[in-house]
Protein backbone atom coordinates (compact mmCIF):
# COMPACT_ATOMS: atom_id res chain seq x y z
CA UNK A 1 0.00 0.00 0.00
CA UNK A 2 2.94 2.15 0.05
CA UNK A 3 2.61 5.35 -2.49
CA UNK A 4 5.84 5.54 -4.55
CA UNK A 5 7.05 8.81 -6.35
CA UNK A 6 8.08 8.48 -9.81
CA UNK A 7 11.95 7.88 -11.20
CA UNK A 8 11.25 11.32 -13.43
CA UNK A 9 12.93 14.39 -12.04
CA UNK A 10 10.55 16.71 -10.25
CA UNK A 11 9.36 19.56 -12.06
CA UNK A 12 9.39 23.33 -11.19
CA UNK A 13 7.35 26.67 -12.72
CA UNK A 14 7.80 29.92 -12.36
CA UNK A 15 8.48 32.00 -9.01
CA UNK A 16 5.42 33.63 -8.25
CA UNK A 17 3.46 35.68 -5.86
CA UNK A 18 0.39 36.32 -3.84
CA UNK A 19 -0.84 32.62 -4.14
CA UNK A 20 -1.49 30.51 -1.81
CA UNK A 21 -0.19 26.87 -1.34
CA UNK A 22 -2.50 25.01 -4.46
CA UNK A 23 -2.23 28.48 -6.38
CA UNK A 24 -5.10 30.36 -5.35
CA UNK A 25 -4.50 33.79 -5.44
CA UNK A 26 -4.08 35.14 -2.29
CA UNK A 27 -3.25 39.17 -1.55
CA UNK A 28 -1.62 38.57 2.14
CA UNK A 29 1.14 36.42 0.52
CA UNK A 30 4.07 38.37 0.14
CA UNK A 31 6.63 35.16 -0.41
CA UNK A 32 7.03 33.89 -4.04
CA UNK A 33 6.43 30.52 -4.52
CA UNK A 34 8.13 27.92 -7.00
CA UNK A 35 5.17 25.32 -8.14
CA UNK A 36 6.26 21.93 -8.05
CA UNK A 37 4.72 18.79 -9.71
CA UNK A 38 5.61 15.30 -8.51
CA UNK A 39 3.98 11.82 -9.24
CA UNK A 40 2.35 9.79 -6.95
CA UNK A 41 1.10 6.16 -7.70
CA UNK A 42 -1.77 5.60 -5.25
CA UNK A 43 -4.16 2.64 -4.61
CA UNK A 44 -7.76 2.82 -4.37
CA UNK A 45 -7.18 1.89 -0.37
CA UNK A 46 -5.07 4.66 -0.48
CA UNK A 47 -7.33 6.94 -1.99
CA UNK A 48 -10.46 6.16 0.31
CA UNK A 49 -8.59 6.24 3.68
CA UNK A 50 -7.14 9.71 2.35
CA UNK A 51 -11.09 11.37 1.05
CA UNK A 52 -12.25 9.71 4.31
CA UNK A 53 -10.07 10.50 7.14
CA UNK A 54 -7.55 13.37 5.85
CA UNK A 55 -8.65 16.94 8.75
CA UNK A 56 -10.47 18.87 7.35
CA UNK A 57 -11.27 17.49 4.03
CA UNK A 58 -15.17 17.70 3.26
CA UNK A 59 -17.38 15.72 1.27
CA UNK A 60 -20.93 15.21 1.24
CA UNK A 61 -23.21 12.45 -0.20
CA UNK A 62 -24.57 15.24 -2.70
CA UNK A 63 -20.96 15.73 -3.91
CA UNK A 64 -20.78 11.82 -5.13
CA UNK A 65 -23.04 11.98 -7.20
CA UNK A 66 -21.97 12.61 -11.31
CA UNK A 67 -20.66 15.95 -12.72
CA UNK A 68 -19.21 16.64 -9.33
CA UNK A 69 -16.07 14.69 -10.20
CA UNK A 70 -13.83 18.23 -9.81
CA UNK A 71 -14.85 18.24 -6.33
CA UNK A 72 -13.34 14.58 -5.39
CA UNK A 73 -10.48 15.78 -7.05
CA UNK A 74 -10.14 19.20 -5.33
CA UNK A 75 -10.11 17.20 -1.90
CA UNK A 76 -7.91 14.67 -3.16
CA UNK A 77 -5.42 17.13 -3.75
CA UNK A 78 -6.04 18.82 -0.65
CA UNK A 79 -5.37 15.44 1.22
CA UNK A 80 -2.42 14.49 -0.64
CA UNK A 81 -0.77 17.77 0.56
CA UNK A 82 -1.65 17.38 4.39
CA UNK A 83 -1.53 13.97 5.21
CA UNK A 84 2.69 11.98 5.21
CA UNK A 85 2.88 8.27 3.67
CA UNK A 86 2.73 6.96 7.30
CA UNK A 87 -0.61 8.76 8.15
CA UNK A 88 -2.19 7.46 4.52
CA UNK A 89 -1.61 3.89 5.22
CA UNK A 90 -2.88 4.33 8.88
CA UNK A 91 -6.03 5.62 6.78
CA UNK A 92 -6.16 2.94 4.18
CA UNK A 93 -6.46 0.24 7.43
CA UNK A 94 -9.44 1.86 8.57
CA UNK A 95 -11.04 2.66 5.27
CA UNK A 96 -10.75 -0.99 4.20
CA UNK A 97 -12.34 -2.12 7.12
CA UNK A 98 -14.94 0.18 6.88
CA UNK A 99 -15.70 -0.37 3.61
CA UNK A 100 -15.62 -3.81 3.86
CA UNK A 101 -18.27 -4.11 6.59
CA UNK A 102 -15.03 -6.00 9.67
CA UNK A 103 -15.76 -3.11 11.40
CA UNK A 104 -19.24 -1.12 12.08
CA UNK A 105 -19.21 2.18 11.49
CA UNK A 106 -21.57 5.10 10.48
CA UNK A 107 -19.28 5.95 7.57
CA UNK A 108 -20.14 2.16 5.87
CA UNK A 109 -22.64 3.62 3.33
CA UNK A 110 -20.76 6.68 2.50
CA UNK A 111 -17.48 5.11 1.84
CA UNK A 112 -19.18 2.11 -0.12
CA UNK A 113 -20.73 5.03 -2.36
CA UNK A 114 -17.35 6.86 -2.44
CA UNK A 115 -15.42 3.68 -3.32
CA UNK A 116 -17.79 3.66 -6.15
CA UNK A 117 -17.19 6.71 -7.68
CA UNK A 118 -13.08 5.93 -6.82
CA UNK A 119 -13.90 3.21 -9.28
CA UNK A 120 -15.03 5.58 -11.50
CA UNK A 121 -13.21 8.82 -11.80
CA UNK A 122 -9.43 6.91 -11.34
CA UNK A 123 -9.94 3.35 -13.21
CA UNK A 124 -9.21 1.60 -10.38
CA UNK A 125 -10.53 -1.68 -8.79
CA UNK A 126 -11.67 -1.87 -5.55
CA UNK A 127 -9.59 -5.00 -3.26
CA UNK A 128 -12.73 -6.13 -1.91
CA UNK A 129 -16.04 -6.42 -2.17
CA UNK A 130 -17.82 -4.24 0.39
CA UNK A 131 -20.44 -6.15 2.66
CA UNK A 132 -22.42 -5.51 5.64
CA UNK A 133 -20.86 -4.25 8.34
CA UNK A 134 -20.35 -6.93 11.13
CA UNK A 135 -21.83 -5.87 14.68
CA UNK A 136 -18.69 -7.06 16.98
CA UNK A 137 -19.33 -5.99 20.71
CA UNK A 138 -17.34 -3.36 21.65
CA UNK A 139 -15.85 -2.49 18.81
CA UNK A 140 -17.74 0.48 16.79
CA UNK A 141 -15.37 3.05 14.74
CA UNK A 142 -17.45 6.17 15.30
CA UNK A 143 -15.88 9.28 14.01
CA UNK A 144 -17.04 13.01 13.62
CA UNK A 145 -18.46 12.02 10.51
CA UNK A 146 -21.37 10.94 12.86
CA UNK A 147 -21.96 14.60 14.33
CA UNK A 148 -22.47 15.87 10.84
CA UNK A 149 -25.23 13.95 9.89
CA UNK A 150 -26.43 11.39 7.23
CA UNK A 151 -25.99 13.65 4.28
CA UNK A 152 -22.11 13.04 4.11
CA UNK A 153 -19.06 13.57 6.25
CA UNK A 154 -16.54 15.69 7.84
CA UNK A 155 -13.47 15.10 9.46
Not at 81 to 107: C, K, N, P, W
Not at 126 to 131: D, G, N, S, V, Y
Request: a negative charge; one cysteine or more.
Amino acid sequence: MHASLATQPLTVGPVRSQVSVFGDPDDGETAPRVAVQMTLHLSFTEILGRLLFTPHAVLMQEDLKPGNESKIMECLWYAMAQTSVDVAEDFADMAMDIYTGRHASDLHDFAVSLGTVITHIFGVTAPEAPAAPTDTPGVRVVTSAALVGQGGMRV
